[in-house]
C-alpha cells in the first residue's frame, strides 16, 4: 500500500502570500494518479488538481500543482481569504494524504 | 444540477449492521466510478470503497475489507455500502463520490451522512 505523507501539518501565512504544500509517496505513482482537494468545516471536499496539474473545471489559475513520481506540490500564488482550508493530496481510488491545514496568521 | 445524497446514517451498536444510500441525480450514473469515503470526527479523509462503473470491479480499504461491501444499481442511479460487524473507530461522516473511473481523481461529492458506532 502506498503511504501519501503532506507537509507541513499547517501553513499559517496572510492574504496574498504563497502558499507551497508538498505531498510525498512512499513509492513512484503511475502516470501521476494523483489529485488535491480542498475541503472548508462542515462541507464536502472539492476537487482542485487531478493528474498532479490540471486544474478541475472552475478552479482559479492562483492554484496550480506539479511534480511526478514521489514528490508532488501544490502551490496557491496568492492566498485569497476564501483559500484558508484544509487542503488534501490523494492516489486515484486509494489513500489519502493526512492533510495540511492552511489557516490565517 | 448535478446532486449525491448520502442517506441511512445513525446510531449502531458495535456488532451490528448499516446500510448506506447514495442517490445520483444531474449526471449519467452509469457512466461514473463511485466511491465511499469517510471522515472521523476532527481527522482527515479516509477512501473506503471503489466500485466500477457498471459493478464488475470493487476495491476495498484493508481497514473494511472482509466487513463492508459495495453495490450499485444503475437502474435506480443509486449507490450502497453495506457495513457489517461494525466497530466504534468505523465512526464517522461517509461521503458518496463519483469519478470517471476507478483510476481517477473524485470529481463529484455529495454531503455526507453521519455514522455512529457506540454502546
Known amino acids: 500500500e502506498i503511504v501519501l505523507t503532506q507537509s507541513p501539518d499547517t501553513l499559517s501565512l496572510s492574504p496574498g502570500e504563497r502558499a507551497t504544500l508538498s505531498c510525498r509517496a512512499s513509492q513512484s505513482l503511475a502516470s501521476s494518479y494523483l489529485a488535491w482537494y480542498q475541503q472548508k468545516p462542515g462541507q464536502a471536499p472539492r476537487l482542485l488538481i487531478y493528474g498532479a496539474s490540471s486544474r478541475a473545471t472552475g478552479i482559479p489559475d492562483r492554484f496550480s500543482g506539479s511534480g511526478s513520481g514521489t514528490d508532488f506540490t501544490l502551490t496557491i500564488s496568492r492566498l485569497e481569504p476564501e483559500d484558508f482550508a484544509v487542503y488534501y493530496c490523494q492516489q486515484y481510488g486509494s489513500s489519502f494524504g493526512q492533510g495540511t491545514k492552511v489557516d490565517i496568521k | 444540477q448535478v446532486q449525491l445524497v448520502e442517506s441511512g446514517g445513525g446510531v449502531v451498536q458495535p456488532g451490528r449492521s448499516l446500510r448506506l444510500s447514495c442517490a445520483a441525480s444531474?449526471?449519467?450514473?452509469?457512466?461514473?466510478?463511485m466511491n465511499w469515503v469517510r471522515q472521523a470526527p476532527g481527522k482527515g479523509l479516509e477512501w473506503v470503497a471503489v466500485?466500477?462503473?457498471?459493478?464488475?470491479?470493487?476495491y476495498y480499504a484493508d481497514s473494511v475489507k472482509g466487513r463492508f461491501t459495495i453495490s450499485r444499481d444503475n437502474s435506480k442511479n443509486t449507490l450502497h455500502l453495506q457495513m457489517n460487524s461494525l466497530r466504534t473507530e468505523d465512526t464517522a461522516v461517509y461521503y458518496c463520490?463519483?469519478?470517471?473511473?476507478?483510476?481517477?481523481?473524485?470529481?463529484?461529492w455529495g454531503q455526507g451522512t453521519m455514522v455512529t458506532v457506540s454502546s
Open positions: 466500485i466500477s462503473d457498471d459493478g464488475s470491479n470493487k
Open positions: 463520490a463519483g469519478s470517471s473511473s476507478i483510476a481517477a481523481a473524485a470529481l463529484l
Open positions: 444531474g449526471f449519467t450514473f452509469s457512466s461514473y466510478a
